[in-house]
């Protein structure tokens, strides 16, 4: 026995082969809305209520567009609101697998329909805060994501971001013009 451990020590060793930590679950694809508010403010959520704030985030079911999804994440409007578009997509690798969030814009709200709003989770709160503070007062990398969001919509882009950097940007879809008749 001893001779066949001194064998194995002086011998060299092949490498072992070790799969990346990527993609061995399906991805987690999300929804997260840019509410504005009025001509200065965004929609966000408080779900601790320690004022650690979010954009309105939801999941996305299987075949579902990011449109239907973000119906769902807010309930409560007198007069509904209006999905207008997709303004960005980012995509993060986590060790074992792919996060999508797709960040939709909807029409700007009154001060009194988004205060008759609440979020998917009854625990949170709503709250409308001037878009400057919005952004500062969101983690890094949602700020960032409402930059680029806000940044899109106004200029009609749609950003493909990975982990935050931007990719591309391409024009947006042509969205269908109701029917003159």
């Known amino acids: 026995m001893a001779a066949n451990t001194a064998e194995l020590v002086g011998a060299e060793r092949t490498p072992r082969f070790h799969a990346p930590y990527e993609n ?12 504005p508010v009025g001509m200065n403010e965004l929609l966000l959520a408080d779900t601790t209520g320690h004022g650690d704030l979010m954009l309105p985030t939801g999941s996305m079911e299987v075949g579902e567009t990011p449109e239907q999804a973000a119906q769902r994440v807010l309930v409560g409007a007198p007069t509904g609101f209006t999905i207008l578009r997709r303004v960005a997509v980012d995509q993060v690798q986590t060790r074992r697998r792919r996060v999508i969030t797709h960040i939709v814009a909807t029409l700007p709200l009154a001060n009194d329909d988004a205060a008759s709003l609440s979020y998917r989770d009854p625990r949170a709160f709503l709250l409308s805060v001037p878009r400057a503070r919005a952004v500062s007062k969101l983690p890094e990398q949602a700020g960032h994501r409402a930059l680029i969001g806000l940044g899109c919509l106004s200029t009609g882009l749609v950003a493909h971001l990975e982990a935050g950097a931007i990719c591309r940007l391409e024009a947006a879809p042509l969205s269908p013009q109701p029917d003159p008749r």
């Open 24 to 35: 061995w679950r399906p991805p987690v694809v999300g929804v997260s809305l840019l509410v």
